[in-house]
Each structure stands twice: as structure tokens, then as C-alpha cells.
């Protein structure tokens, strides 16, 4: 009698798994600029967003989630002795953030990722926070259903985004006449993004934000958010 396997086809290998930074490019000369210019106008910057981040970044847990820790620039909101899971994918920005959490007593657990896919298990966070970096990432919906996936029932995710303006104005026309060669310079952002939106129709139990301008010469990045969406 034959063997009644001799017919079945052999098992198929799973497939391999999606590299962890796939569909970023890391590129030495873009990616050491944007190193370089987070931590020269880094506190330029923070400045202007000083009273946001203080006001949606308030009473975060001792372990916080980030996506696009860059430089460290937020590392300041987070308790001494806290921990980061730092969702960074290039690594240019690595050392200066390794450095500005020493700098802060803050406890480093650095994961050269994309924010798509963070590799945390479900529900296993309480606070997700990010601040110029919807705008950067290829699919800002897939990234906002892993933050879901992330949260734990309760469990908040705290943003800053600079948004799309009103069509119309001055920093409208900016924006368009400036999509191109911004969207090269800063690896992928897009300063026409209604994020706003995206966010209200993720599928948050509810959102808070509010809408304001920042006066900076960088005028597309001039239209802001910032707010709390809740599990």
C-alpha cells in the first residue's frame, strides 16, 4: 500500500517576517542633517511648543511609549527614573538620545523601528506619546490602529502634529509651493496632512485637541495640534 502522504505537498516555510525599519530609508546624508538640526534648533523649536506639550504631556505614567524619540526632546515631560520605549528609526538620532536620557535620569529601552510596527505586545501600555511624527510616517492610519493595539482599555495617546492649514491662506500656498523639497529635506514629512481628521476618525473612545499657530520662519510647519485621544 502507498504511503498517503506521498501525495500531499510538502509544508511551505513561513514567510519571513517584515524587516522592523522596512519602508524607511535610512540615507547618511539626510539622516545625520536631521540629527544635527533637531539638536541645534531643537530648543528653537520647543519653545514654541513649550505650552502644548506641557499641558497634553502632564502626569504621564513612569513607562511611556514614543514614537520618533529623535534627539530627546521630550524626554523632560517624563519622571526622573522613568522608562522610554523609544521607537526611532534612524539611527543617527541614536547617540544624542542616548545621551539626553542619562542627562535626564531616564531609563532608555531604544528600538530601531517604525512606528507601523512598534513589536509590543497587545495592550501593554498605558501612555503613548508623539510630536512631529505622524507627519513623517508613510500611513499615519496603520500607525494609529497600532497605537490602539498598544493602549491598554484606559490608556492615552498624547500628540503635537503640525496639520495642513486652512486652503486659502499664505501658509496654505506654502505648503503646496514647498511639499517637494520639504518632504526630502526632513525624510518623508508632509506638511499637507489633515492629521486632525485621522485622528478623530481612528476609532478613539474620545479625542480632545485643539488647533493654534506657532509664529516660526519655518512657515509650513506653522499649523499645529495638540491633544489626547483615549482608549
Known sequence: MSDPTESLPAPSAPAPAAPATAGFELHGGRGRFNAAFFRVLGPTL???????????FSGLPR???ELGSGVGAN?????VG??????????????????AARERGVLLDLRERMAERTGLPDRSVDAVISSLVLCSVR?????????????????????????????GTPTR??????RRPWGWTFEGCSCERDLEG??????FAGVTLERYRVHTPFLPFNTQIAGIARM
Open 139 to 167: 500611513e499615519p492610519e496603520v500607525v494609529l490602529a497600532e497605537i490602539q493595539r498598544i493602549l491598554r482599555p484606559g490608556g492615552t495617546f498624547r500628540f503635537v502634529e503640525h496639520v495642513v492649514a486652512d486652503a
Open 75 to 79: 524626554l523632560r515631560y517624563l519622571p
Open 46 to 56: 520647543e519653545r514654541s511648543l513649550r505650552r502644548q506639550k506641557r499641558r497634553v
Open 173 to 178: 500656498f506654502a505648503q503646496r509651493a514647498l
Open 198 to 203: 485621522a485622528i478623530r476618525s481612528a476609532g
Open 63 to 65: 513607562e511611556v511609549v
Open 82 to 99: 522613568g522608562i522610554l520605549v523609544a521607537i526611532e528609526p534612524n539611527r543617527y538620532m541614536h547617540g544624542r538620545l542616548r545621551t
